[in-house]
């Protein structure tokens, strides 16, 4: 069993629909990070968060320290927001102060 | 541009060459992360830095691998002798150390080096 578990792996939308990604993890953490990554693009963060929930745009972010569960929601969802959206934790793992464990990302395409 | 940077963009090789990528740090950073993935896969750790020491190498990384930072700066990461099983993304990332304790900083990722191995 990873680590990090997303769902769904694959998620495709209408332009205008609200959308969800779940991430449930099964070790301690320091933060919990959504990143976004487009094709053949780098990795942008979008959040870094430590508890409660934090907005950027239509971009909100929340999650459960007790149940070890982050959502990521999409509001008014857009074409543009067609990325890989990956779900990863960040501790002291092994020494290796603040490396992230990655989920393996949920595929978004948003159609017009 | 402040960013990450990495060099090169893309990289093919023939099996049994050696390799060298370049990470270039936001300046500050004091702290450098090395990160491979795969097609479809999310990325997975293989060292990291602070400032000039390499405090952890993931199991991942086997004796051809070998990653330098030496004046805790720019850092390289070289393969020797590469093998099919080498082809990846291979990506960077900086963060500032968090020396007051708490969550840590968030990292910043460069674009990645794409390897081909044929």
């Known amino acids: 069993k990873n680590e990090v578990e997303q769902s769904p792996q694959n998620l495709t939308a209408q332009e205008g629909e609200f959308i969800t990604i779940n991430c449930s993890y099964s070790?301690?953490?320091?933060?919990l990070h959504w990143l976004q990554q487009h094709p053949g693009g780098g990795i942008v963060s979008l959040f870094m968060?430590?508890?409660g929930k934090k907005k950027h745009g239509r971009l909100i972010a929340t999650i459960n320290i007790q149940e070890k569960h982050s959502s990521l929601h999409i509001t008014a969802s857009h074409p543009r927001d067609s990325a890989v959206y990956i779900c990863?934790?960040?501790?002291?793992?092994?020494?290796?102060?603040?490396?992230?464990?990655f989920g393996t990302g949920t595929l978004l395409a948003v159609q017009p | 541009d402040t960013g990450v940077s990495q060099d090169p963009r893309h990289k093919i090789t023939k099996r049994g060459q050696n390799v060298t990528f370049r990470c270039d740090p936001i300046?500050?950073?004091?702290?450098l992360y090395w990160y491979r993935q795969t097609l479809g896969q999310g990325p997975e750790f293989l060292t990291y830095?602070?400032?000039?020491?390499?405090?952890?190498k993931s199991r991942l990384l086997s004796d051809r691998f070998s990653a330098e930072r030496p004046k805790g700066s720019f850092s390289t990461l070289e393969i020797q002798r590469t093998e099919q099983g080498d082809s990846a993304m291979y990506l960077c990332?900086?963060?500032?150390?968090?020396?007051?304790?708490?969550?840590?900083?968030?990292?910043?990722f460069g674009p990645g080096t794409r390897l081909t191995v044929l």
């Open positions: 070790v301690g953490i320091s933060a």
């Open positions: 830095f602070q400032n000039e020491a390499q405090l952890e």
């Open positions: 990332a900086s963060s500032l150390a968090n020396l007051a304790g708490g969550p840590g900083n968030e990292q910043f």
């Open positions: 300046s500050e950073h004091n702290r």
């Open positions: 990863a934790v960040s501790g002291n793992y092994g020494g290796a102060t603040n490396k992230l464990i």
């Open positions: 968060l430590s508890s």
